[in-house]
C-alpha cells in the first residue's frame, strides 16, 4: 500500500534554531501534501496545504514566515520550523493523499522538542 | 462551528465486547467523504474505513463497520469483539469535495481503554 515516510522521528534542539522535517511519499507521486501539528491529547490541526512546485496555503493563524514549507518534488515536502522557540514543541506530521480511491496516508510524525 | 464532532472524551470496553464510537459532522457540500483512524500512544496515524457520501451500504473493515445515517450526519464506528491492542485514540475525520487530495478536518477524538 501507499507508503508516506517522515524524517526526523524526534529532534530536540535549542530556542532559536531552525529545525527541517521531510515528508516523502515512497511509492506515489503527491502534488499536494498537508502539514498538521497535534499537542498532547488533542486534535490533528491543520497548518498548511503543500503545493508541489507553487506556494503554499497556511491556514488562519499560522505563521508562514516561521514554518516554511517546500514541496520541490511530487514525492517530497518539507517543513522548517525557523527560530524555534519552546511553545512550537509538539508533534508535526505530514499525510499526502494515494489518489482516487484511496484514503490520505500520514508520516510516522516529529515529536520536537525545544529546549 | 464544529465540523466534526466526537463527544466521547473516552471510552471503556470490556475485552471481546463491542464498542460504538460516536461522530457526527456538519456540511453543506453534496459530495464528502467520512474517515476513521487510530493513533495508538505512538503517535502514527492508521487508517480504518472511509464512506462517501454517495455509497449506498455502511462500509466494513474486518471487525470495524461504519454506521452511516446521512440523514442525521452521522458516521459511528463499530469495532466488534474488541481486542487489548484497540486500545488507542481514535480520529473521525471528513473530506469536503470529490478531490481526494482535499485536506481532512479531525474530531477531537475518543480515547478506547480495552480492559481484560
Excluded at chain 1, 17 to 41: G, H, N
Excluded at chain 1, 49 to 59: F, M
Excluded at chain 2, 70 to 95: E, H, P, T, W
Aim: aromatic fraction near 12%; charge should be neutral; hydrophobic fraction near 35%.
Amino acid at each position: 500500500g501507499a507508503v508516506v515516510s517522515q524524517h526526523p522521528s524526534w529532534v530536540i534542539c535549542k530556542s532559536g534554531t531552525s529545525v527541517k522535517i521531510e515528508c516523502r511519499s515512497l511509492d506515489f507521486q503527491a502534488t499536494t501534501m498537508f502539514w498538521y501539528r497535534q499537542f498532547p491529547k488533542q486534535s490533528l490541526m491543520l497548518m498548511a496545504t503543500s503545493n508541489e512546485g507553487s506556494k503554499a496555503t497556511y491556514e488562519q493563524g499560522v505563521e508562514k514566515d516561521k514554518f516554511l514549507i517546500n514541496h520541490a518534488s511530487l514525492t517530497l515536502s518539507t517543513l522548517t520550523v525557523t527560530s524555534a522557540h519552546p511553545e512550537d514543541s509538539s508533534f508535526y506530521i505530514c499525510s499526502a493523499g494515494g489518489g482516487n480511491n484511496s484514503p490520505l496516508h500520514f508520516g510516522n510524525g516529529t515529536r520536537l522538542t525545544v529546549t | 462551528a464544529q465540523k466534526i464532532t466526537q463527544t466521547q472524551p473516552g471510552m471503556f470496553v470490556q475485552e471481546k465486547e463491542a464498542v460504538t464510537l460516536d461522530c457526527t459532522y456538519d456540511t453543506s457540500d453534496p459530495s464528502y467523504g467520512l474517515f476513521w483512524y487510530k493513533q495508538p500512544s505512538s503517535g502514527e496515524m492508521i487508517f480504518l474505513i472511509y464512506q462517501g457520501s454517495y455509497d449506498q451500504q455502511n462500509a466494513t473493515e474486518g471487525r470495524y463497520s461504519l454506521n452511516f445515517q446521512k440523514a442525521r450526519k452521522s458516521a459511528n464506528l463499530v469495532i466488534s469483539a474488541s481486542q487489548l491492542g484497540d486500545s488507542a485514540m481514535y480520529f473521525c475525520a471528513m473530506r469536503e469535495g470529490r478531490e481526494w487530495g482535499n485536506k481532512l478536518v479531525f474530531g477531537a477524538g475518543t480515547i478506547l481503554r480495552v480492559k481484560s
